[in-house]
C-alpha cells in the first residue's frame, strides 16, 4: 500500500483508494505515515490534533480504532506508549520525496531526471486536507521549503546545462512565491539574460532591490550585485557555454537473435557497475563472431541508463587515441580551435568533461589496452563496451564476456529472419547443409542469408551446391561489401611471419582442438599463438584435466590459412609433431606398463611427459582426442602413424577406451602396410589382437596374436615375441583351454627370461598362477602369484601389483584363508583408487572387498558388489559387469542376476565365465 501525504492525503491499494473522510482520522493517519513505519507516541498524537489540549488518549484510541477498521491487513499495530503504522518508508511518497532531494553523487543529467521524480509527487500543498494546525505548521512549511529547494537545484543545474529558456517560467513563479530567495532571483537574472533579454533582467534586479529595502531594509547580496555589474558592462564569462549531450551509437540491428545468456550476463554486470567510478565491459572472440553487433544492440538495451550521453569510435578506422579524443571533445561542444595538441592534453580535457556525466562509451574493434586507456569515461557510474578480438586483460577493472559462435538454433533464427521462413523450409536439407557450412560463425551466416534473401531461388539448393566446393567456399560468404574472406584475411594480414606460418600449418590438423605444446614443433611457440588468437583468429579454450590452455581454429579460418600453408612444408611440419608427440605418449604411458617399446623413436624421443600415473593418465585423457586425430592426419607419413598408435595402445587398454582404439589401430594397419616395415606391422597386429580380446572376440584375438607371432619368428625379435606368447596366453586361459594356456605362458616366460625381461618374467608368471588356480592346485597358484607380487613391487609395476593382488584373493579364499584374502583386497582397493586412480582396477577390487566381506557374513558384502557392477557397466566393461553380476547373485541368492550374467558370458563367448555362473545357479 502507499501512503500520498504530498497533496491531498491518499492511501492507496494497488488500483483502488481507500476514503479517509473524516478529518481527525486523516490527521492521525496522516502523523504515522510521516514517522515512515517508526513507533509514535500518543502525546505527539494529542499534540498533532489539537496542540496536547482537549482531547484525551481514550478519544485517539478510538480513531485508532475506526482506522483499523478501514485499513486492510492490521496495518496499525500497537506497540509500548503508542502506535505504530507498519509500512516501509518508500511507501510514503515524502520519504521517497527526501530520498531523492537528498541524493548526490550524480551528474548533472541524471540529477536532472532525479529532481524531476521529486517533483512529480507533488499533487498539490503538502498535507492539504489535514486538518492539523501542528502539521501545517511543522511539517508542511518544511516541506513546501523543500520543494522550493528542489525547484531552485533543478533551474541551477539546467542553467549549467544551457538548458535557461526552459528555466524562465518555473523562476518567475518560484520569485512570486519566494520573493526573498535571493538565489532565486539570480538564477533568473542569468536565466533571462542568457535568453537576450538584458533589459528585463537589469529591470527583475531593480524589483528585487525595492522589495528587500521595503522588507528588510537590506540591499541585495554581494553576489547578486556582481552579476548585476557583470550584465551591465555584458561580461562574456557570463554567456551560456555550449553543452552538448551526445547520441552517437551505431542503428541497432533489426535482425539481432540469440545471445540471451551474453545478453543476461551483460544485463547484470551493468546494473552493478561501480557508482564510484567507470566501469570497462570487454566482449572478445574470434573474428566475424558478432562482437560489433552484440555490443551495439546492448548498449541500446541500457542507453537509458546513461543521459550524460554515449559516445562511439570504430577503433579499426581511427586507431590514433588522439584522432579519437579529438572528435569526442567536438561532440560535447568544445571548440574545435581549442582543442589540445597533445593526446595527454586531450585526454586531460576529456577526463574533466566526464567527470560529472554518466557517460556510455563503446569502441570498437580495438588492439590492445593502450589504445583504449585515454579513452575510457572517469563519471561514476559511466560504462565502458569494449570490443577485441583479446579479453584485454591489462585493463584495470574489466569484465570480460567471450563471444562464441552461434548455436544450430542461433544460426537457423537468424537465417531464417533475414532471407525468410519459407525459403529456409522449402529444402530443410539444403538449409542445414547451408548452415553446417557456415559453422555458427555469424558473418558467415548473415552473408549466406543475404544472397538468399537477394536471389531469385526458392530454396537454398543452390547455394548448398557452390559451398560443398571448399576452395570457393569463402567467396560465395560474401554479400555487398561484407565477407567472411575479406575480414579473416585482412586479421591474417595484420599478423607477423612467424604467427602465419603456424596458423598455416595448424591447418594440417585435423583435431577439434589442441593444447599449446603443439606450437613448438610446428615452428611456433606461446608468443606466436597468442598473437594469432589477439588477432581473433584463434579461438582460447578453457584449461584441459591436465591443466593445459587448449585452442581452437574455426572450420572457415582453416580454409583461408590453408590456403596460405605451401605444399612442400605440411610434411615437415606434420614430422615434427609426430616426434614431438610420440616422445610425450611414450613419456605418458611408461608408468602405465611393464612393457617397452619395440621400434626405436630416434633421438627426439626425450622425455617430456611425467613418471606420476595420475600426470601420465590425466595428461593422456586430455591428449586423446587430439592424438586419434592426429594417427589419421599422418597418413601421408605412414611411418610415423603407426609409431604413435603403438604408444598409445597401452593407455587405450587400461582406460578401456574401445571406439578410439579401433579407430586408430584401422589408420595404424593401413600404415605398417604401407610402411613397409615388417616389425611395424607385427607389433600392429599385436596390438589389434589386445583391442579384439578387450572386446572378448578371444577366437578373433588368437588368430591375428598367431600372425603377429609368425612374423616375428620370421624377423627373429625374441622380446616382442615373447609379448605375444604371453598374450596367447592370457587368450587361451580366458577361453579356459588352460593346458594350452600353460604351455604358451611358459614358453612365453622362457623367452622373457633368455632377452633379461624381468617384466614380461612376472606378468607370465602372475597368469600361470592364475591357470594353477582354475585347475584346482592352489599351493602352486600362491607361490606363483607371491613370487609375481614380489617381482612387481620390485620394479615399481603398480599396474601388475593390482592384478597380482586381485588373484591373490581368490586363491585366499579357496584355501579357507579369509583373514590374508581381505589383506589383499584391502592393499588392492587402495592401490587402484589412491595411487592410480583408475575406474575400471578400483571397480575390480570393490568386487574383491565384496567376495571377502560374503565369506565372513558380513551385510554390507552386496553393497560393495552392487557398487562394483554400477561402475563397470558405466564404463561399458560388459566382462566385468558380467563377473559383479554373478557375485552380487552369489552373495544374495538371487537368481536374476546369475541368469542375467550367464547370458552375458554366453554372448561373450567366455566358458570359465558359463561355468562358474552355471555352478552358482545350481547353488542358488
Known amino acids: 500500500m502507499d501512503f500520498n501525504l504530498l497533496g491531498p492525503l491518499e492511501v492507496v491499494d494497488g488500483d483502488r483508494i481507500i476514503p479517509i473522510r473524516v478529518p481527525r482520522h486523516r490527521a492521525v493517519l496522516a502523523v504515522l505515515a510521516l514517522e515512515g513505519g517508526r513507533p509514535v507516541s500518543l502525546e505527539l498524537l494529542q499534540e498533532a490534533l489539537t496542540g496536547g489540549r482537549e482531547i484525551t488518549t481514550g478519544v485517539i484510541k478510538v480513531y485508532v480504532s475506526d482506522l483499523r477498521k478501514i485499513l486492510p491487513r492490521d496495518l496499525i499495530e500497537t506497540v509500548p506508549a503508542g502506535y505504530r503504522l507498519r509500512v516501509e518508508p518508500d511507501r510514503v511518497d515524502v520519504w521517497r520525496f527526501r530520498d531523492l532531494a537528498d541524493r548526490r553523487d550524480e551528474d548533472p543529467v541524471t540529477r536532472i531526471r532525479t529532481l524531476e521524480q521529486a517533483l512529480e509527487l507533488w499533487r498539490g500543498p503538502a498535507l492539504a486536507d489535514v486538518d492539523s494546525d501542528h502539521l501545517r505548521r511543522m511539517e508542511a512549511a518544511a516541506l513546501e521549503e523543500q520543494r522550493a529547494a528542489v525547484e531552485e537545484e533543478l533551474c541551477d543545474v539546467r542553467i549549467g546545462l544551457g538548458h535557461h529558456r526552459e528555466c524562465v517560467v518555473r523562476l518567475r513563479n518560484l520569485a512570486r512565491r519566494y520573493p526573498l530567495r535571493e538565489h532565486v532571483h539570480l538564477l533568473l537574472m542569468v536565466a533571462l539574460y542568457r535568453s537576450g533579454n538584458l533589459g528585463e533582467a537589469l529591470s527583475h534586479y ?194 570480460p564476456f567471450e563471444v562464441d559462435v ?90 607477423d611471419p612467424r604467427p602465419q606460418a603456424l596458423l598455416a600449418r595448424l591447418t594440417a590438423i585435423t583435431a577439434p582442438s589442441f593444447a599449446a605444446w603443439v606450437a613448438e614443433p610446428l615452428a611456433g611457440g606461446p608468443a606466436a599463438l597468442d598473437g594469432i588468437a589477439d588477432c581473433g583468429l584463434l579461438q582460447r579454450l578453457a584449461c584441459d584435466d591436465a591443466g593445459q590452455d587448449r585452442f581452437r581454429v574455426h572450420e572457415l579460418t582453416q580454409l583461408m590459412a590453408r590456403e596460405r600453408l605451401p605444399p612442400e612444408d605440411a610434411a615437415p611440419a606434420l614430422s615434427r609433431l609426430a616426434r614431438v608427440a610420440l616422445a610425450r605418449v611414450r613419456a605418458a604411458v611408461l608408468p602405465l606398463t611393464s612393457e617397452g617399446f619395440g621400434a626405436s623413436p630416434g633421438p627426439e624421443a626425450v622425455s617430456m611427459g611425467t ?88 577366437a578373433g584375438a588368437i588368430e591375428t596374436y598367431q600372425s603377429s607371432l609368425g612374423q616375428l619368428i620370421r624377423y627373429g625379435d625374441a622380446v616382442e615375441r615373447a609379448r605375444v606368447l604371453f598374450r596367447l596366453g592370457v587368450a587361451r586361459l580366458d577361453q579356459s583351454r588352460l593346458e594350452q594356456a600353460e604351455r604358451s605362458l611358459a614358453q612365453g616366460r622362457a623367452e622373457f627370461r633368455g632377452c633379461g625381461d624381468r617384466r614380461g618374467e612376472a606378468a607370465c608368471v602372475r597368469a600361470l598362477g592364475v591357470v594353477r588356480h582354475r585347475a584346482g592346485d592352489q599351493e602352486t597358484a600362491l607361490a606363483c602369484l607371491l613370487s609375481a607380487l614380489r617381482s612387481a613391487r620390485d620394479l615399481g609395476d603398480r599396474y601388475g601389483q ?123
Open 206 to 399: 531593480h524589483r528585487v532591490r525595492q522589495v528587500l529595502a521595503e522588507e528588510l531594509g537590506a540591499e541585495p547580496s554581494a553576489e547578486l550585485r556582481r552579476v548585476h555589474e557583470r550584465m551591465l558592462r555584458e561580461d562574456p564569462a557570463l554567456d551560456a557555454e555550449e553543452v552538448r549531450t551526445p547520441a552517437e551509437l551505431p542503428p541497432d540491428d533489426r535482425s539481432f537473435v540469440g545471445r540471451r545468456d551474453l545478453l543476461s550476463g551483460l544485463s547484470a554486470a551493468i546494473a552493478r557497475s561501480p557508482a564510484h567510478g567507470p566501469h570497462p565491459i570487454v566482449l572478445y572472440g574470434h573474428a566475424g563472431v558478432g562482437k560489433s553487433t552484440l555490443a551495439v544492440h546492448a548498449a541500446w538495451r541500457h542507453r537509458a541508463r546513461f543521459p550524460g550521453g554515449q559516445l562511439f569510435a570504430d577503433l579499426r578506422r581511427q586507431p590514433d587515441a588522439a584522432g579519437t579524443l579529438a572528435r569526442f571533445l567536438r561532440a560535447f561542444g568544445y571548440p574545435g580551435g581549442s582543442i589540445p595538441a597533445t593526446v595527454e592534453e586531450r585526454t586531460a580535457v576529456y577526463r574533466t568533461l566526464t567527470a560529472d556525466r554518466r557517460l556510455l562509451v563503446l569502441l570498437d574493434n580495438a588492439t590492445d589496452e593502450e589504445q583504449v586507456r585515454p579513452l575510457m569515461p572517469t563519471g561514476p557510474g559511466s560504462l565502458a563496451i569494449i570490443t577485441s578480438r583479446s579479453a584485454l586483460a591489462g585493463l584495470a577493472g574489466a569484465e
Open 406 to 495: 552461434f548455436t544450430a538454433a542461433e544460426s537457423r533464427e537468424l537465417l531464417e529472419r533475414m532471407a525468410g521462413r519459407a525459403r529456409a523450409e522449402v529444402d530443410g536439407e539444403a538449409t542445414a547443409s547451408v548452415l553446417d557450412a557456415c559453422a555458427g560463425l555469424p558473418i558467415a551466416v548473415r552473408a549466406a542469408a543475404a544472397r538468399l534473401a537477394a536471389s531469385r531461388d526458392r530454396s537454398a539448393r543452390g547455394l548448398a551446391r557452390r559451398l560443398r566446393d571448399e576452395a570457393a567456399r569463402l567467396d560465395e560468404f560474401r554479400a555487398g561489401d561484407t565477407g567472411v574472406r575479406p575480414l579473416l584475411s585482412l586479421a591474417y594480414e595484420g599478423l
Open 611 to 698: 613418471t606420476k600415473i595420475r600426470d601420465s593418465i590425466e595428461w593422456l585423457d586430455a591428449e586423446l582426442g587430439f592424438l586419434t586425430a592426429l594417427v589419421a592426419d599422418l597418413h601421408g607419413l605412414p611411418g610415423h602413424a603407426w609409431r604413435l598408435a603403438h604408444a598409445l595402445t597401452p593407455f587405450l587398454e587400461v582406460r578401456h577406451q574401445q571406439d578410439e582404439w579401433r579407430t586408430v589401430n584401422r589408420h595404424a594397419l593401413a600404415a605398417a602396410r604401407a610402411d613397409g616395415d615388417p616389425l611395424g606391422a607385427a607389433l600392429v597386429l599385436r596390438d589389434r589382437g589386445d583391442q579384439q580380446r578387450a572386446e572378448r572376440d578371444l
Open 802 to 924: 593390482a592384478a597380482c593382488l586381485h588373484g591373490l584373493v581368490s586363491v585366499r579364499l579357496a584355501r579357507g584363508e579369509v583373514s590374508a584374502a581381505r589383506q589383499h583386497a584391502e592393499e588392492e582397493r587402495d592401490l587402484a583408487e589412491r595411487r592410480l586412480r583408475d575406474p575400471r582396477l578400483t571397480a575390480n577390487a570393490l568386487l574383491s572387498i565384496a567376495v571377502v566381506l560374503a565369506a565372513q557374513g558380513d551385510p554390507e558384502a552386496g553393497e560393495h558388489a552392487g557398487e562394483a557392477a554400477r561402475r563397470l557397466r558405466a564404463l561399458g566393461d560388459r566382462y566385468g559387469h558380467a563377473w559383479a553380476l554373478t557375485t552380487i547373485g552369489d552373495i544374495t541368492g538371487r537368481a536374476d542376476e546369475l541368469d542375467l550374467a550367464y547370458s552375458m558370458f554366453n554372448e561373450l563367448g567366455d566358458q570359465y565365465g558359463l561355468a562358474e555362473t552355471s555352478r552358482k545357479l545350481k547353488r542358488s
